[in-house]
Nanobody, 120 residues
Framework: QAQLVESGGGSVQAGGSLSVSCAAS????????MGWYRRATGKQRELVAR???????YYLDSVKGRFTISRDNAKNTVYLQMNNLKPEDTAVYYC??????????????WGQGTQVTVSS
């Protein structure tokens, strides 16, 4: 199977910026999509942003204009740049990737999660 390893995150005051990255490794035929979910304490997990192989992106309405997702296909890495952070962005952020191990085998992989904390 492939593995996803996250890095980045941390703590920042409201209005500041943070970034997270996620690198996929292992036996990979192709990566159809990579994205970021988050889960705040006591709340449901939600999809924050996603980018597919063709370059199309999706953003949660509440982060549009503030977050930017990008990929480096050569490095099998996805990034999330988070600007103008708000306390409501505080959550554990999880990388997710839909990976084709072969033309007929799909693997839905998750990163280990990284904490993002935004203080008022």
């Amino acid at each position: 199977q492939a593995q996803l390893v996250e890095s980045g995150g941390g703590s920042v005051q409201a209005g500041g910026s943070l970034s997270v990255s996620c690198a996929a490794s292992g036996s990979i035929f192709s990566i159809n999509a990579m994205g970021w979910y988050r889960r705040a304490t006591g709340k449901q997990r939600e999809l924050v942003a996603r980018i597919i192989s063709g370059g199309s992106t999706y953003y949660l309405d509440s982060v549009k204009g503030r977050f930017t997702i990008s990929r480096d296909n050569a490095k099998n890495t996805v990034y999330l740049q988070m600007n103008n952070l708000k306390p409501e962005d505080t959550a554990v952020y999880y990388c997710n990737a839909l990976i084709m191990l072969s033309p007929s085998v799909t693997s839905n992989q998750w990163g280990q999660g990284t904490q993002v904390t935004v203080s008022s």
